[in-house]
């Protein structure tokens, strides 16, 4: 069993920045398969950003140049770091994990962009 829990939501003003933590209940350091996703009421969960155990990042279309993923293996910790961030960008934000071919989900931290 692998415990996530996201930090670092809140509110901020279109054009600021904030940035994301997942911190895991057990070493994430073979751990290859690692991401940030988000989910609007009624529409289905995207993804934002993966990043591999070599650190090879990929973004979604909607946030390259804006978002950075990145983690911390000593502290087993997953970071998301947003800038420019949008109207758009508004949403709940999920870190999430797979372990022994099963998904492994954070509660959720809700980011939300005002204009």
């Known amino acids: 069993q692998v415990q996530l829990v996201e930090s670092g939501g809140g509110l901020v003003q279109a054009g600021g920045s904030l940035r994301l933590s997942c911190a895991a209940s057990?070493?994430?350091?073979?751990?290859?398969?690692m991401g940030w996703y988000r989910q609007v009421p009624g529409k289905q969960r995207e993804l934002v950003a993966t990043?591999?155990?070599?650190?090879?990042?990929n973004y979604a279309d909607a946030v390259k140049g804006r978002f950075t993923i990145s983690r911390d293996n000593a502290k087993n910790t997953v970071y998301l770091q947003m800038n420019s961030l949008t109207v758009e960008d508004t949403a709940v934000y999920y870190c999430?994990?797979?372990?022994?071919?099963?998904?492994?989900w954070g509660q959720g931290t809700q980011v939300t962009v005002s204009s």
């Open positions: 990043i591999t155990s070599g650190g090879t990042t």
């Open positions: 057990r070493t994430i350091f073979t751990i290859n398969a």
């Open positions: 999430k994990l797979i372990w022994r071919k099963y998904d492994y």
